[in-house]
């Protein structure tokens, strides 16, 4: 057991009057036992830390700076089919694998574009589809393009080693559930009226989006400006 890095932590979310740690637990020579203990039998005498979520909406992560580390809450509106691409700095044979989703949360007009990445969860990420709550703790924010003369920017959360993913059935007793996020989003959806028809699972999904038209190509080529054909 040993103090952790404050690096490998969220920024700027943490209490610092606790002391972060992290625990090594032995493979072999003895071989660890891990016991799971549920919430109701947690003693208060032990004093463990409570969770701190900081979760943001899609309004509010349109004007969230570039590597902002958040939570997100929303309803499944496309679940892409897992793709996979050779890891940075890996071997020909050591791939990562990937699959894109899009969450809806009734705000910013758009929907939380989500990359997730393969994790310790292989159940939980097979067993996305639309249609469906669900939770991605500890995303980071990436923003792209943006620039003057430039196509417009884009932004993505992508998850980390520290996201932990939650679904339909695996949300009774967390403790954000009792927050405003989930509270707002459980509101929207019993007054909101979804177009059912527009929920997919599959296909595939090209970042950063391809343009919708001719028009809105050339536009972002040339910086905005749209030239109209010479007959």
């Known amino acids: ?27 072999q020579n003895p071989t660890a036992i891990i016991s799971i203990i549920p919430e109701s039998a947690v003693l208060r005498g032990w004093r463990l830390p409570s969770l701190h979520f900081n979760f943001l909406t899609r309004a509010e992560l349109n004007s969230s700076p570039n590597g902002t580390t958040c939570d997100v809450i929303g309803f499944v509106k496309f679940v892409g089919r897992p793709e996979r691409v050779l890891k940075k700095g890996g071997g ?41 709550i669900a939770v991605c703790t500890n995303a980071q924010l990436v923003s792209t393009g943006g620039s003057a003369g430039g196509p417009p920017a884009v932004q993505y959360l992508t998850s980390t080693s520290y996201s932990q993913l939650y679904r339909e059935g695996q949300h009774r007793g967390k403790q954000y559930t009792f927050l405003p996020a989930a509270q707002r989003l459980l509101l929207w959806l019993k007054y909101s009226q979804l ?33 109209s054909p010479v007959l």
């Open 1 to 27: 057991m040993k103090e952790t890095y404050s690096s490998r932590i969220r920024s700027g979310s943490e209490n610092q009057d606790q002391i972060q740690i992290e625990i090594s637990l032995n493979s």
């Open 195 to 227: 177009e059912m028809n527009n929920y997919v699972v599959g296909g595939y999904f090209s970042f950063p989006p391809l343009p919708t038209s001719v028009e809105q190509y050339l536009s972002e080529r040339d910086g905005g400006v749209l030239h």
């Open 92 to 132: 020909f044979n050591e791939f990562s694998v990937y699959r894109w989703v899009r969450l809806e949360d009734g705000t910013g007009g758009s929907p939380i574009l989500l990359k997730l990445e393969s994790s310790s969860q292989p159940e939980t990420h097979a067993e996305f589809h639309p249609m469906l």
